[in-house]
């Protein structure tokens, strides 16, 4: 997946997921420097978005180097990907039961859009 450089209004990517919950499959919260026990993960599941974090983050990362962007893992929490603006105005934009594809296109959306001058 390539990713544009996103605007210099985004100062913040927060992407909320779950490890457990089936919608936030298009999100897979994986730890991107160890790895969850082999208990925790189905091989049941068919490699859908859940596997974002651990495929587009270095790519995401790579494009905007200066830009924060967190991963935030609890349980059962809604799928969604929050983007902070200058001024402190956020965005959100729900990721539930998406596939990978989506998920990153969403995230492009949170970056090349911003608010208007009237929110900044």
């Given at each position: 997946?390539?990713?544009?450089?996103?605007?210099?209004?985004?100062?913040?990517?927060?992407?909320?997921?779950?490890?457990?919950?089936?919608?936030?499959?298009?999100?897979?919260?994986?730890?991107?420097?160890?790895?969850?026990?082999?208990?925790?993960?189905?091989?049941?599941?068919?490699?859908?978005a859940r596997d974002f974090v651990l495929n587009s983050y270095a790519a995401?990362?790579?494009?905007?180097?200066?830009?924060?962007?967190?991963?935030?893992?609890?349980?059962?929490?809604?799928?969604?990907?929050?983007?902070?603006?200058?001024?402190?105005?956020?965005?959100?934009?729900?990721?539930?039961?998406?596939?990978?594809?989506?998920?990153?296109?969403?995230?492009?959306?949170?970056?090349?859009?911003?608010?208007?001058?009237?929110?900044?």
């Open positions: 997946m390539v990713f544009p450089r996103f605007s210099p209004l985004l100062k913040e990517v927060r992407i909320h997921c779950s490890q457990t919950s089936s919608g936030s499959k298009g999100t897979r919260c994986v730890r991107v420097f160890g790895s969850w026990p082999a208990s925790s993960l189905s091989t049941a599941d068919p490699v859908t995401l990362k790579q494009a905007n180097p200066t830009l924060p962007i967190l991963v935030r893992e609890a349980q059962n929490v809604e799928a969604r990907v929050f983007g902070r603006y200058a001024a402190g105005v956020e965005r959100k934009i729900i990721l539930e039961n998406l596939d990978e594809a989506a998920v990153a296109s969403r995230i492009k959306q949170l970056g090349e859009t911003v608010p208007s001058a009237s929110q900044l």
